[in-house]
């Protein structure tokens, strides 16, 4: 059976076969990967890595890790959404608060401060979020995850255990 | 706890072993039985790994994968023809062979052109002028040979050096 990073290299060549059997073999972790990280768009970025995979495929070198790889287009694909959303959330805040303004009626909506794990994860900063799952899900090790995601070691470190220090704080908080 | 104590440590190692899926160190353990902020955090850890799980996958919808592989397929075709790509790394060994034969070029260059200068004059005694510059084309032509073959045969050698590494990779 062909390694991935072989399957890589037939996809550089156009075989098409190869890429059948690659997204067979990654989805189900790509997408539990994708379904925790942006949950309601993981349908769509799913597509997306995958396109990406092949659209770049002559760069991928087949000297590093096919997973590291497959997981660095995706994380950077949900950063990239990300982004967009808080441009857009900013711009429907500032909507929003102008409506408040001329009419003095619009409150925020309840807060349900008893998150589940679930929720709780995706409510951590997108930084620890994002290696959170990389680290604890996928068990990349950490130079992996600093090849992902593009940060030092140490620094990859520092945001596990502040990631897990911020999810003990959310389960006291909900407890108290 | 201060940072000298042995807390911060034990305290490291307890997220590290969650991290990892490993169950923490009998010494961590017993530590954190004797310390109540480690054994807080301990105990915090293990409600923390309960509510994560471990269960890393989740199968995507059928329609989705197929929807997915047609895009994939349909994007492999509209991919530009391939030309034969450099393999991955290729420039990087060209450039790693080509230094130090670029770095003594200078000298080798100077060298021969002090060859071609001097040794005529010294020749000149001897031999009749269009001997000298027969012997000098010679050696200008086996000079330059010799470089052309040097430096034309490294991308070779690089492209060569590269496959092997891929192959080696890979297998």
């Known amino acids: 059976m062909d390694s991935d990073e072989q399957l890589m290299i037939r996809v550089q060549a156009g075989d098409e076969d190869a890429v059948t059997e690659l997204v067979t073999r990654w989805r189900a972790r790509l997408y539990g990967f994708l379904v925790r990280r942006a949950p309601d768009v993981a349908d769509d970025l799913f597509q997306e890595t995958w396109i990406r995979v092949v659209r770049a495929a002559e760069r991928f070198d087949p000297s590093r890790r096919f997973s590291t790889w497959l997981f660095q287009i995706a994380n950077n694909l949900c950063r990239d959404r990300a982004r967009r959303r808080a441009v857009e959330e900013s711009y429907r805040h500032s909507v929003r608060e102008e409506i408040r303004h001329d009419a003095g009626r619009l409150d925020p909506p309840p807060l349900d401060l008893r998150l589940d794990m679930h929720r709780r994860v995706h409510a951590l900063p997108e930084r620890l979020r994002e290696v959170l799952l990389l680290r604890y899900y996928h068990r990349l090790s950490e130079a992996e995850i600093a090849d992902t995601v593009g940060i030092p070691r140490g620094t990859v470190k520092s945001r596990l255990h502040h990631a897990v220090r911020a999810l003990r704080q959310q389960m006291a908080e909900a407890d108290a | ?171």
């Not at chain 2, 919808?61 to 391939?82: D, G, K, N």
């Not at chain 2, 032509?141 to 991308?155: K, R, T």
Request: charge should be neutral.
């Open chain 2, 1 to 171: 706890m201060s940072a000298n104590t042995p807390c911060v440590g034990v305290q490291e190692r307890l997220i590290e072993a969650l991290l990892a899926h490993d169950e923490a160190a009998a010494p961590d353990l017993a530590h954190s039985e004797s310390c109540d902020a480690c054994r807080t955090l301990r105990d915090d850890l293990l409600h923390v790994r309960a509510g994560l799980g471990t269960d890393a996958e989740q199968e995507p919808a059928p329609a989705m994968v197929q929807r997915t592989l047609l895009a994939t397929r349909s994007a492999l075709r509209r991919r530009a023809p391939a030309r034969a790509p450099l393999p991955v790394g290729f420039k990087r060994e060209l450039a790693r062979l080509l230094a130090a034969p670029l770095a003594v070029l200078p000298l080798v260059l100077l060298w021969n052109w002090t060859v071609l200068a001097f040794g005529g004059e010294l020749l000149a005694a001897w031999l009749p002028t269009a001997a000298i510059v027969a012997l000098g084309a010679a050696y200008a032509l086996a000079a330059g040979g010799s470089l052309a073959a040097v430096f034309g045969s490294l991308p070779v050698v690089a492209h060569g050096r590269t496959q092997q590494r891929l192959r080696e990779v890979t297998a």
